[in-house]
């Protein structure tokens, strides 16, 4: 059998995020003010154009796959890159810190938008903090490291957003937010799993340190439909 983690967008949409989701049948999209994430369950030609149907505001389109895809001539891919999927392996963390974490909200939007479109940890937009459970630490009033929690292909949830100012590296803080997390997701009755980029080495060795390990390799495109299919 597939597992659920191979198609971790579609099951997403189908289960712990159906609430964010538009389109159904074996092709759904996220809101587009929440993440530009389309889901299809077979992602084959007939799915691409169940997804140009949804609508004319749905570029770009982020899919995640386990295998390379053969994109439809009516699609251009803007960019492709490679990714490891990991999942949670460890206990659940201990309190070993006196740093305070705070629960981010509406009114930390600004903020968060400004430190993800600085650091660049993947597509964060207007309402992307809906996913919930986003968790910040904060310098002398300024928000410097923060992530929170994304797609849910039930029972596994993905942490993701995570990034510290460059400023405020070397503090110790992503390891202090994802044990957080780490936490809220097994009490939840959850399993975190995460994507980081294939090249990056550094976040890897942080994510290893806390107990993930790789699962697999899965490849993402970011597409445009360029053509009624």
Same mark, same amino acid.
């Given at each position: 059998?597939?597992?659920?983690?191979?198609?971790?967008?579609?099951?997403?949409?189908?289960?712990?995020?159906?609430?964010?989701?538009?389109?159904?049948?074996?092709?759904?999209?996220?809101?587009?003010?929440?993440?530009? =994430?389309?889901?299809? +369950?077979?992602?084959?030609?007939?799915? /691409?154009?169940?997804?140009?149907?949804?609508?004319?505001?749905?570029?770009?389109?982020?899919? =995640? $796959?386990?295998?390379?895809?053969?994109?439809?001539?009516?699609?251009?891919?803007?960019?492709? /890159?490679?990714?490891?999927?990991?999942?949670?392996?460890?206990?659940?963390?201990?309190?070993? $810190?006196?740093?305070?974490?705070?629960?981010?909200?509406?009114?930390?939007?600004?903020?968060?938008?400004?430190?993800?479109?600085? $650091?660049?940890?993947?597509?964060?937009?207007?309402?992307?903090?809906?996913?919930?459970?986003?968790?910040?630490? =904060?310098?002398?009033?300024?928000?410097?490291?923060?992530?929170?929690?994304?797609?849910?292909?039930?029972?596994?949830?993905?942490?993701?957003?995570?990034?510290?100012?460059?400023?405020?590296?070397? +503090?110790?803080?992503?390891?202090?937010?994802?044990?957080?997390?780490? +936490?809220?997701?097994?009490k939840a009755n959850g399993i975190p799993f995460l994507h980081v980029l294939a090249d990056n080495h550094q976040a890897i060795r942080v994510y290893e340190r806390v107990g993930f390990k790789t699962r697999k390799p899965i =490849?993402?495109?970011?597409?445009?439909?360029?053509?009624?299919?």
């Amino acid at each position: 059998m597939t597992h659920i983690l191979d198609n971790p967008i579609y099951n997403a949409l189908k289960t712990g995020n159906k609430k964010l989701a538009i389109g159904e049948g074996q092709t759904s999209i996220f809101r587009r003010d929440v993440a530009p =994430f389309a889901g299809m +369950k077979n992602n084959n030609e007939e799915d /691409f154009k169940a997804i140009t149907a949804l609508g004319a505001h749905i570029n770009p389109v982020v899919i =995640f $796959t386990p295998v390379k895809l053969s994109i439809p001539t009516n699609w251009e891919v803007a960019r492709a /890159f490679d990714m490891l999927q990991m999942v949670y392996e460890g206990p659940v963390p201990v309190n070993s $810190t006196s740093q305070q974490i705070t629960d981010l909200d509406d009114s930390h939007i600004p903020q968060m938008l400004e430190l993800t479109q600085l $650091t660049k940890p993947g597509p964060f937009l207007q309402r992307t903090i809906e996913f919930g459970n986003y968790t910040g630490i =904060f310098e002398d009033g300024k928000l410097v490291s923060m992530l929170g929690q994304r797609m849910q292909p039930s029972p596994y949830i993905e942490i993701s957003a995570v990034c510290t100012h460059p400023g405020h590296l070397g +503090k110790g803080y992503a390891g202090i937010l994802l044990n957080e997390q780490i +936490k809220r997701v097994i009490k939840a009755n959850g399993i975190p799993f995460l994507h980081v980029l294939a090249d990056n080495h550094q976040a890897i060795r942080v994510y290893e340190r806390v107990g993930f390990k790789t699962r697999k390799p899965i =490849f993402g495109y970011v597409c445009n439909s360029i053509k009624d299919a």
